[in-house]
Every structure is written in structure tokens, then in C-alpha cells.
């Protein structure tokens, strides 16, 4: 069985936040104006999070781009009353839009923060409209998004080995952030396969989850600073 | 069937509407028509029209929710203790405790709704049924509890209901119909006799389970003070609370507007104001388990919602709130000299206002606060969200004002029933437990 899964080496991430930018054009998320982020509800569906350690002098930010984990034993999905949002077969947690009836029950449990809610009937330049992508839907207002890890890439690469009847290799589905990230500090693939190369680093003694101790074992794993590789 | 001259003044307000009555509900109906358009405007522009933003999903409408439900606890659970202790006191009060219970549940309920994003599709919790969420859980234990207390509320009724048929002078059709036939027969007063002690043991379990549940919707989570076993009794507790508080102020109401100093006597006040008194102690205890554990364990996330009640920015809410649950009520109600219909109600105020700051407390603070330290927010509620709240609470009074206009809200014949046979029941009973009076013991 597949089990979706990726890594970010912090040790090449340079924070520049192309992945954001990536990321919201590939999954239509509209783009936030002043008012909207100052009320603190604007949508991104992974954000470059700061942390922060310690107190100066010896003071130590650290940068963290921060999707939806998709938990291997996500809190999220059990709480939702009507599985709007679940874990499919391959480890995704997805989100049906058109169900969510947007009790913000799963946003409460997760806690990680990272899924968003539609305060408002989402706002498009009207210039932007023609260039969104047709293979995701546009979400109404009232409904819970987050990261789905571009499932509808995954889909299209499954199309695409079909009809070339052949098996999917790995560059048949990678999502947005992973693909444009310029210093390919994020790497994508399945966790089951020994021999690919996220299962691969996920070996590696760098490796770790956030917050580990809450059991919710995520499948987006980071790898620590001071790697020097 | 006829009702004794005596017991007239129990129909008076059903029969008689004063301008007093008209005012007082054109007012109720103004606010409940001001929080409609607030919902108008928070249906049509989404709900950010209130002050919840990332990480705060959750603010005065799940307070609200937990609070309705929880006063719901005074009816039912109230009476139907009360029924199966005998306690013969009772017999007042029974009816208007029924009746918060019913009501009162439609606003719980109402609130869940009004916070859902797409109210819309609220169906889809029957079409796509997921089994492991509480909300589900609360959906259906809320049903249940509503389906049972409404039969519960109904079967007592209906000996009153068949008194107005008999009697009363307007809707004949109407209390016909309900009366479903009463003739006070021997045998049919056996049969409700029967269902009504029936009743009164299905609903506590249920009653137990709403707010347990209730509580699970928080306690389930892995958020840092939610994850709390004792949430289940705690908020159990803080029901039966809030719900007496709540029965105390609607009976003297009751008793000043329509006059039934001589059925809602000082008595009841006193007795209530005991249990009242009961429950402000195990309200402190849970209260005090919940966080002086906190407290001892310190860890850190936890520390910092705890610290953020202590002494931070929801301190003001929290020590208004122990106040509230706890230092005035105990004051009033410890002493057998303001244990009076004044000073009960008093307490039952505080309790009223304290406890629903303790739901705020709990749902608020957790989630400004959540683990990750980016997301950070504060929450007011705004005048929409204000509004909606007013609106809900004058729809609730302006309903429970409406059901005393058409039932009596003194339920007519268990009045007669303890006039006529209770005393030499009791009597005989006392008799039973005591040895060497001869009673029958069995
Ligand atoms: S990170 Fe949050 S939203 Fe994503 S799977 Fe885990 S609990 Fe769910
Ligand atoms: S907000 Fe939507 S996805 Fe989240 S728990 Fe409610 S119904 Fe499920």
C-alpha cells in the first residue's frame, strides 16, 4: 500500500515562501487583503511558521513551512460528525467540500492549526478569476479547507500512467509546494517503499515530527538543522 | 371535572391577559426580532460577521449552547428526582421545571445551528452519520432528551388539559383534542400513573448522558484543558446547578406576576435554596480538583491557558465567575436567615451569570491559546453576536410566557391529588419507617 508522506530538510529551506505562493495559486485559495489578514482569517494552506526558543542572548528563531501533517492518526477526522474530512486509503486526509456543513469541530481538535475556515464568501480580483485552477473546486463560504497534498495531481498522474499503460513513477504526482520549492528542501513520495527517497531520509537520524508526544504520528517529517549535507 | 373555587387562581392566567403581559412580550418580541435580523445578516454574509478568527472557531454561540443545555437539567431531572423520592413538595413546582427543560433545549440546539457555517446543510449529520464524533453523539442523546422530557411534560398535563376542556372558555377544540379523552377514571389515572413514574426513570440516565456528552464534545480533543476526564461529572454538576438556579428565578416570577404565594411558598425556596447550597459545594470541589491538578502538573500549554484564567486576560471572567458559583451563593444560602425568596433568587442570579462564564471560560481561553505559537488571537464577540444571544434569550422567555397562557403552570390536579390523598399517604408511610408504630412495613 502507498502511504503518501513527505520531508522538509530545514537545512535548505531558506524560508522565501515560494511554496506559499505555490500553493495558493495551484489550489485557488484567495488571496488575502490587509483587512482580512489583520482580522487573522486569511487562508493559506501551509504558512512558513516561526518559532521561537529561548531569550536573549541566547535566542534561536527557527523557520518551519507548515502544511497539514496529515496525522497517520489524525485527531481531526474523528471528530467530525458527518466525515467531511478523512484519511483515504493512502494516508491522505482529505476534505469534502461539498459536505462540510462547517461546525469547525475538526479545526478545534487539530493541533497543528493548520486547517482554515471560509469567514466569508472568498474575495477574487477579478483578474485572477480566469487564471484559477479547474481541477479544484473554488470552496464556498462557511466550509473548512486545508491541505490535501494537490490529491487532484495525484489523480491525474494515475490518468496519465493509465492511459500510457504503464506503472506511476514517482514524478507522476508531486505536489505544488514540492515542485517549485527552489532549494528542494521538500522532498515527496511513498513512506511504505523502502527504497524511495522520502522513506529513505525519513531514516535518517535528522529526522522528527512535530510534537511527537501527541501521538498523532504525522506523515510530514522534518529533518533538523545541522545536517551540513 | 371541575376545579375547586379554591384553585381557580391557577387558571386565572389562562384565562386573563393583562396589558402588564402584552408590554413585557411586545419588548421580548422587539429584541427577538433585532437578533433575527442579526442572524439574517450573519446567514447571508457568513459567519464573519462575529469575532472568531484562527485559532478561536468557537465563541459565545457553543457557550451558549452548553449553557441552554445545561439549565435544561432543572426540569426534567429536577422533577422527575423529585417524583421518584416522593418528595411532596414537589407538586408546585413540577410543571414549571418541565417546561424550562423543553424550552429551553430548542435554544440549545438553536445555537449549535446558528454557529454552523452552512446551516444549510445540517442534514447531512442524518445522510452521512460519522459515529466516532461526539457531535453525534450529542445530536442524538439531545433528541432523545427532547422526545422524552416533551412526553414527560405532556403526560402530567393531560388531566390539566381535560380541566380546561371542562371549564375553560376558549379553543374547546383545541384542549379537546389535546385531552385526549380524560375522564379521570380510575383505571385511566392508573395508566398515567404508571407512565409518568416510567417516564421519570428514563429521563435521568438520559438527562445524565446529554450533559456528559456535552462535556466529551471538549473532553475527546487533545487540547491542553479540555482533555480532562472529570469534564463528564463536572459539567454534569454545573447542569443540575444552573438548572435549579434557573427553575428559581422562573418560580418567582411566576409567583409575583400571577400571584401564587400561597402554591410557591417560602418553603420551596428554602428547600431549593438547599440543594442549591448542595450543588455551589460539589460545583467548588470539581472546580478545585480540575485545577488544582492543572496546577501541580504544570505543564507548560496547560500552564499557560491556567495562567491566562489566573491572572491574565480572562482573569476578570474567571474570579467573576467563582464569585459568582460559589462565594455568593454560599454566603446567601449557608444562613438560614437570607435563605429567603429574596435571597435565594439573588443567588440564583449569580449562579445564572457565573455559570455561564464558567462555559466561556472553558471554551475560550483553551483555544486562543493553542500549541503552536503563531497562531494567536483575541476574542470579543461582536454587537451581531450580542445580538443574536439577547435575541435568543427573549425568545426563550417570551415562549415560556406563552405556555403559562395556555396551560396552567401549576399543574392543577397533583395540587389535588395532595390535598386529598397524600396527606393520610404520607402519614401512613412515616408510620411505615418508623418501628414500633404498628405501619405495615414490607
Ligand atoms: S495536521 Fe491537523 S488537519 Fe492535518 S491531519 Fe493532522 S490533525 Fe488533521
Ligand atoms: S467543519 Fe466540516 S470538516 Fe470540520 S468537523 Fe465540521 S463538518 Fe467536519
Partial sequence: ?229 | MKVSEQDRILLKPVEQTTKRFWITAGILFSIWFIGFLAYLKQFYGGLGVTGLSRPTYWGIYITNFVFFIGISHAGTLISAILRISQAEWRRAITRSAEVITVMVLLFGVGNILIDLGRPDRMLNVLKHPHFTSPLLWDVTSITCYLTASTIYLYLPLIPDIARLRDHGTKWKGFYRLLALGWQETPRQKKILERLISIMAIVVIPIAVSVHTVVSYVFSMTIQPMWHSAIFGPYFVVGAIFSGIAALMIAMAIIRKVYHLEEYLKEIHFNYLGILLLVMALLWFYFTFCEYLTVFYGSEPLEMQIFMSKITGPYALYFWTMVACCFVIPFVILANRRTRTVKGTVIASIAVTIGMWLERFTIVVPSLVNPRLPYARGTYYPTLTELAITAGCFAAFILLYMTFTKIFPIVSIWEIEEGRESSLREVHERVKGYLPGMGGKSE
Fill in chain 1, 1 to 229: 500500500m502507498t502511504r503518501w508522506g513527505m520531508v522538509i530538510d530545514l537545512d535548505k529551506c531558506s524560508a522565501c515562501q515560494a511554496c506559499v505562493v505555490a500553493c495558493q495559486s495551484e489550489n485557488n485559495v484567495a488571496p488575502p487583503n490587509q483587512e482580512i489578514h489583520e482580522q487573522g482569517r486569511s487562508i493559506h494552506w501551509i504558512r512558513v511558521l516561526p518559532t521561537f526558543e529561548g531569550t536573549f542572548p541566547h535566542f534561536r528563531m527557527r523557520l518551519f513551512p507548515l502544511p497539514c501533517l496529515h496525522c497517520d492518526n489524525p485527531p481531526c477526522t474523528k471528530v467530525c460528525p458527518v466525515s467531511a474530512t478523512y484519511k483515504s486509503e493512502e494516508g491522505i486526509v482529505g476534505q469534502i467540500f461539498a459536505r462540510c456543513i462547517g461546525c469547525r469541530y475538526c479545526t478545534t481538535a487539530c493541533p497543528y492549526t493548520v486547517r482554515e475556515f471560509n469567514w466569508r464568501k472568498p474575495v477574487w480580483p477579478e483578474e485572477m478569476k480566469p487564471i484559477r485552477n479547474r481541477d479544484v473546486s473554488v470552496r464556498p463560504k462557511g466550509v473548512v479547507e486545508k491541505c490535501t497534498l494537490c490529491t487532484h495531481r495525484l489523480q491525474k498522474g494515475r490518468e496519465k500512467a493509465r492511459v500510457e499503460r504503464r506503472e506511476m513513477i514517482p514524478e507522476d504526482y508531486i505536489p505544488a509546494c514540492v515542485e517549485i520549492c527552489p532549494s528542494q528542501a521538500m522532498i515527496f513520495g511513498d513512506l511504505d517503499d523502502p527504497e524511495s527517497e522520502v522513506s529513505k531520509l525519513v531514516r535518517s537520524r535528522r529526522a522528527f515530527r512535530l510534537m511527537e508526544d501527541l501521538g498523532t504520528e504525522p506523515k510530514v517529517i522534518y529533518l533538523s538543522e545541522g545536517g551540513g549535507d
